[in-house]
């Protein structure tokens, strides 16, 4: 099993910045896992945000991205991060981590194909 636990989510302005994180635990730590931000705004399917594979040279965005987010992970600490800059009212949306051992670096952003999801954290930008 692995858990996955979320933070870092908060209000804030538009333009401003924040680092979500997403913290591993549990007996399946010591496995080689891919990780995943998506997220789901009220009333919307859930999106692909970023994904990074377990060496961390393969990283993939969500088209909406256009630069302002960075994934980033530590796997001695088991820990992935989503920094997310230049923040709009509409990324406002809860944020969450996923996490597979068998997801192949081609279908990394299909969300279906993660095992391992955190609770999530919300994220709300004021305009």
């Not at 996955?4 to 302005?13: A, C, I, K, T, W």
């Not at 630069?67 to 088991?78: E, K, L, M, P, W």
């Not at 989503?82 to 051992?101: I, S």
Request: charged share 15%; aromatic share 14%; with cysteine.
């Amino acid at each position: 099993q692995l858990q996955l636990v979320e933070s870092g989510g908060g209000l804030v302005q538009a333009g401003d910045s924040l680092r979500l994180s997403c913290t591993a635990s549990g007996p399946r730590t010591v496995g080689r896992y891919a990780m995943a931000w998506f997220r789901q705004a009220p009333g919307r399917q859930r999106e692909f945000v970023a994904a990074m594979n377990w060496e961390g040279d393969k990283t993939y965005y969500g088209g909406f991205v256009q630069g302002r987010f960075t994934i980033s992970r530590d796997n001695a600490q088991h820990t992935g991060y989503l920094h997310m800059n230049n923040l709009k009212p509409e990324d406002t949306a809860v944020y969450y981590c996923a996490a597979d051992f068998g997801v192949r670096e081609s279908t990394l952003t299909w969300g279906t194909l993660y095992e391992y999801w955190g609770q999530g954290t919300q994220v709300t930008v004021s305009s």
